[in-house]
């Protein structure tokens, strides 16, 4: 059985506003799907619909086989939802906001307690869960709101923009606790505007733009459609044509840019040595290398025309590659 | 564990919270307890000999007469700090957690509204503590003290309900906190801190037919003379006319935010 199925689902807002226009989706139990897509295309309204806090003014969507307009209580009783910017309570400790977690959802004290302590351990917040969360960073509120949505052990789990703000070691402890938690079983649906979130965490990406879905896949197969990987190619003394025609031999050339011979590599990495190789035949002397692969952002540009543009305060720092190093460190 | 039982739990659960958020947060607890004692400081000082003016009723001392006004305007205001701190918690998104809860959804209208009562009961405590302290006496001892308390909780839920209704329709803490000033409109035009007989024209006559003032009269009687049944139950269907019409709001607010999604 799907974790979540989404028909047709559409939300207007008075005065017209439609948040989300005829979305379609369906989710895998055991799934990590992204929805990615930049501000105001419909991630959080859709969010909100599947979470029952919002009713949808058309389409239906079941999450963990209950209707959440017919149903409501039971899909609330599946889920675990962290929102965006962690809506916690500064002046409840850690401890207090998960055992409130746990008495919302039906667990006695007791055991409330036990879990609450077990999460609080599993995320880091030990030492700080007698603390007001009022004193958290950042990245300690993010991971308490984690742990709070996992209290009563949730089918699936919602995450919207889970790590917008943090800074880049803090994201990449919230990826590694969603990993994770999907390994032990958990369906994950989270929305993003990084792509390298969606890149690095999902089983598959549903691109969203103006409430319409336009892309959906594998981060690879959404990449393959855009493009194969190419290869550029800084030659000492800068012989571009030369190299040109060595190069010809392993794949489509492309238009040089900035003195750099570009050409496809159907196969990827495992043409490059050949290439290497035959430049050196050549008798050509290689300055730089760098093999390019598609990413989600051309996916996105290819799609929808546009790029999706980091969130304000992240804008030139904080992003990650895809193994975890900011944007902007060396290799 | 039965969906009674269940929500029963989470009131309770929400009620402490909000009784911690309100100790934890000084700009909260200060309305509610430190405003009311210095106002009765202030009018217990310099307004005393206004028992002496022909139709004041029979009282020890003004300060027996006070006391009623006094937890009234706490109570009040401890409905109007209940209301802020809801829309705070909707503002910062601390509602739609609760809202994501397996559990009825006016129970959290609920669980604030315990949490309101039993500020008020500790205001109660509070004035009747103070009033034994510099000399007042209730004239129906522990019976009279209980029944002053048990209308202090009672009165804050009724007045909760208009700060939650607020709040939950314009989920704006700047707008509960505008109802600030009306508090103190709603307890001089009634018999709060004068007799309602005493009251000029055409203030008299709001301040008799002032649901506050059964209320307060309510709260009074067992302190300045014997438990009166007609009291009693006008300051009971008081209780319960303003309690029925802002609990519904309530709920109808918080419907029209879940219809609208805010």
Known sequence: MAAIEVEALERTFPGGVRAVDGVDLEVADGEIYAFLGPNGAGKTTTVRVLTTLLRPTGGRARVAGFDVVADPARVRGAIGVALQEAALDPLMTGRELIQLQATLHGLSREEGGRRGAALLARVGLEDAADRRVGTYSGGMRRRLDLASALVHRPRVLFLDEPTTGLDPVSR??????????????????????????????????????????????????????????????????GATEQAERVISRFGRPLPAKDGAALVELPRGAAEVAPVVRALDEAGLTVESLDLVQPTLDDVFVAKTGHRIEPPEEEAGAGALEPDGRPADAPA | MSPLVANLRVIAALGARSVRQTFRRPQLVAPILIFPTLLLAIQTGGAGRAIDLPGFPEVDGFLDFMLAGSIIQSTLLAGNSGGIALAVDIEMGFTDRLLAAPISRFAIVLGRLAGTAALGAL??????????????????????????????????????????????????????????????????????????????????????????????????????????????????????????????????????????GG
């Open chain 1, 172 to 237: 990449k402890g919230i990826w590694e606790e969603v990993t994770r938690l999907n390994e032990d079983g958990t369906t994950v649906f989270l929305t993003t505007q990084y792509l390298e979130e969606a890149d690095r965490l999902a089983d598959r990406v549903g691109i969203i733009d103006v409430g319409r879905i336009v892309a959906e896949g594998t981060p690879g197969a959404l990449k393959s459609e855009v493009g194969r990987p190419h290869l550029e190619i800084r030659l000492a003394g």
């Open chain 2, 123 to 260: 205001a109660a405590v509070w004035f009747i503590a103070i009033g034994m302290i510099f000399g007042a006496t209730i004239h129906e001892g522990v019976l009279g003290a209980v029944w002053m308390v048990a209308f202090g909780a009672l009165s804050a839920v009724a007045f909760g309900g208009i700060g939650a209704a607020v709040a939950l329709r314009t989920g704006k803490a700047s707008v509960v906190q505008g109802l600030f000033p009306l508090v103190f409109v709603i307890l001089f035009l009634s018999s709060a801190f004068f007799p309602a007989n005493l009251i000029l024209e055409p203030a008299g006559s709001v301040a008799e037919y002032n649901p506050l003032s059964f209320i307060v009269e309510g709260i009074r009687d067992p302190v300045i003379s014997t438990l009166s049944g007609e009291t009693f139950w006008k300051a009971v269907g008081a209780i319960a006319l303003v309690g029925g019409i802002s609990i519904g709001l309530s709920a109808l607010a918080l419907r029209h935010r879940l219809r609208t």
